[in-house]
């Protein structure tokens, strides 16, 4: 038999494997789809709303956090603005926050019996108290509460690391769906009309096209705040939980408090341990808030800086501000006796990995290029809710009557062992992943099953 007698078999074999690859693929871009579209829409939506978080509070709570700059203006002493805020609303002072921009109003955390811990704004020219809101009650802390699900507590926060995971297995696979294979359109441009399902099909590709690389960037990005993997590369960045990265020079005493449970902290050290004070009992006077702000003052600290007061007879005075601009991030501890820095520490001092997450993080955040950036980002997001509604009336408009739709099984099953082994190796990066997967698995194996025995049925 000749070699061209062979070459059609040979054809339609590379075919069927060709197409059995792509029902495999095809069928976990589903299974994909399935548990994160949902997820992507409500982090797409919150995720634009926080990335303009300044904007949208001065718009919110202007009563509270805009003031009108006097002629002189001169500033009232921070102690008096202290004061001026326990008179209306009596407790414990235990964070001070320097007004960020001229026409803005100082920040006075207040931890009492009965209101518990709640921020009052203070006008920083005049003393006057502009009101009162929970601690981080501001409509934007509402909102980024919601895109990393803290409002369910610690096990819904885990959702983060198994939608994290499958929005990376989402691109992947939609990638290999896109790849074009001889069609003429539905590569970059969109074909049809709104009733007809190529026209979903071409938006929701061309779409994944132009935002895939950005979902896999912010998921990425995302995975330091989820519930298992983001505390564990936390715990191992910060150096067995002293969380100093190398450049800080000076060795001191260690309380057992951590930086992320004083003040906003970036998350690379939020588990940072706090100095203790080494002059305390040494009947020492304690410096003032005013003059422990007169430090911050002097050594440089970008203004809109907390200041979290001492607590204890071994407390620190701590400095920390954390502005768009990475270069500008900095962390100083004050011995609340002498006013001496303990701990002057600032983006530069972070080590290659802390470095590169706090990038990673900033511009999760919008904050890394400015306006422009913000708008871009904040398109992306609508890109995504575009991408997950277009998956939705595909879906419907594909799926037979009765059905789920589920993607149909390739032929050879032995598609799936190459594929299974990339997601195995993924879920031992992402153990909440991974973990999703084998349940993905079994379930899958049941819906087979099913699906098997009611044909069975209806054919005997």
């Known amino acids: 038999m000749s070699v061209t007698a062979l070459e059609p078999g040979a054809r339609r074999a590379a075919d069927r494997a060709s197409s059995d690859l792509y029902r495999a693929v095809w069928r976990w871009h589903f299974y994909a789809g399935l548990l994160v579209l949902p997820f992507l829409i409500s982090l797409a939506v919150t995720g634009a709303l926080y990335i303009f978080r300044d904007e949208i509070d001065a718009i919110v709570h202007a009563d509270l956090k805009r003031v009108e700059v006097p002629d002189s203006a001169t500033r009232v002493a921070p102690s008096a603005l202290v004061d ?17 921009m001229p026409d803005a109003s100082a920040e006075i955390t207040v931890n009492s019996a009965g209101e518990g811990r709640h921020a009052v704004y203070v006008n920083p020219y005049n003393g006057e108290v502009l009101g009162t809101l929970p601690d981080r009650g501001t ?26 995971g499958w929005a990376i297995l989402l691109v992947g696979t939609g990638i290999y769906l896109w790849w074009p294979r001889r069609q003429n359109g539905g590569v970059v ?88 004070s080494p002059t305390a009992g040494h009947g020492a006077r304690a410096i003032t808030l005013d003059e422990a702000v007169a430090m911050f003052d002097r050594l440089g600290l970008h ?13 620190v005075y701590s400095g920390s501000v954390y502005p768009d601009d990475l270069t500008q991030q900095r962390v100083v501890h004050l011995d609340q ?31 890394e290029f400015g306006r ?68 993905m ?12 025995r009611r044909a069975s049925v209806v054919s005997a």
């Open 84 to 100: 001026a805020a326990l008179a209306a609303h009596p407790g414990t002072a235990v964070k001070y926050t320097d007004p960020a």
């Open 303 to 315: 203004r809109g800086y907390a200041v979290s007061l001492p607590t204890s007879a071994e407390g």
């Open 441 to 452: 698995l079994a379930l899958d194996w049941v819906y087979v099953r099913v699906v098997q």
């Open 189 to 276: 441009t969109v074909r049809g009309r709104p009733r007809q399902r190529m026209f979903w099909r071409d938006l929701h590709a061309v779409t994944g096209l132009f935002v895939g690389g950005v979902i896999l960037f912010l998921a990425i990005t995302g995975m330091p705040w989820s519930g298992v993997w983001g505390a564990q590369v936390n715990q191992w960045a910060n150096g067995n939980n002293f969380g100093y990265p190398t450049g800080v020079r000076v060795a001191v005493p260690m309380s057992d408090e951590h930086v992320g449970h004083i003040a906003p902290t970036s998350w690379s050290l939020e588990q940072a341990r706090v100095p203790q």
């Open 372 to 439: 422009i950036g913000q708008i871009v980002l904040a398109g992306f997001c609508l890109g995504v809710v575009v991408l997950a509604v277009s998956a939705g009336v595909m879906w419907w408009k594909r799926r037979p009557s009765g059905s789920l739709g589920v993607p149909p099984l390739p032929t050879d099953r032995r598609v799936f062992r190459g594929l299974l082994a990339i997601l195995a190796v993924g879920g031992i990066v992402f153990p909440l992943v991974g973990a999703s997967l084998v349940v």
């Open 139 to 164: 409509v934007m802390w509402t909102i980024r509460y919601l895109h990393s699900l803290k409002y369910f507590g610690p096990t819904a926060r885990m959702i983060i690391e198994i939608a994290g």
């Open 337 to 367: 006796y002498t006013g001496k820095p303990l701990i002057d520490m600032s983006y530069a001092d972070y080590g290659p990995l802390g470095r590169w997450l706090e990038w990673g993080i900033n511009v999760h955040m919008g904050q």
